[in-house]
């Protein structure tokens, strides 16, 4: 099983990037996919979910209506979309897949928003 996370970076405030978690060894499909974030010294925060089928989406109140997370079941990925980001955005974004009592992590990438 691998998730691999790719899209981070420095970006400036205000700006967008686009995250991106590459899934293998497992059914991807059949997955509840999600996104989370995590700073040093405090708990990983969920940022988004999206179900297996890409029809149910939550959104962490931090980031609504900056963030959109979306899926391709044909490509085995799962995006995120982070736009209009701010310095407390900074943090390394992780994502899971999660299905009954299964769950699987990626390595993390780093997002810093400074100018």
């Known amino acids: 099983v691998q998730l691999v996370e790719s899209g981070g970076g420095l970006v400036q405030p205000g700006g967008s990037l686009r995250l991106s978690c590459a899934a293998s060894?497992?059914?991807?499909?059949?997955?509840?996919m999600s996104w989370y974030r995590q700073t040093p010294g405090k708990e990983r925060e969920l940022v988004a979910t999206?179900?297996?089928?890409?029809?149910?989406?939550t959104t962490g109140d931090s980031v609504k209506g900056r963030f959109t997370i979306s899926r391709s079941n044909a490509k085995n990925m799962v995006y995120l979309q982070m736009n209009s980001l701010n310095p407390e955005d900074t943090a390394v974004y992780y994502c899971?897949?999660?299905?009954?009592?299964?769950?699987?992590w990626g390595q993390g990438t780093q997002v810093t928003v400074s100018s």
């Open positions: 060894g497992f059914t991807f499909s059949s997955y509840r």
């Open positions: 899971k897949a999660s299905r009954d009592l299964s769950e699987y």
């Open positions: 999206i179900n297996s089928g890409g029809f149910s989406i």
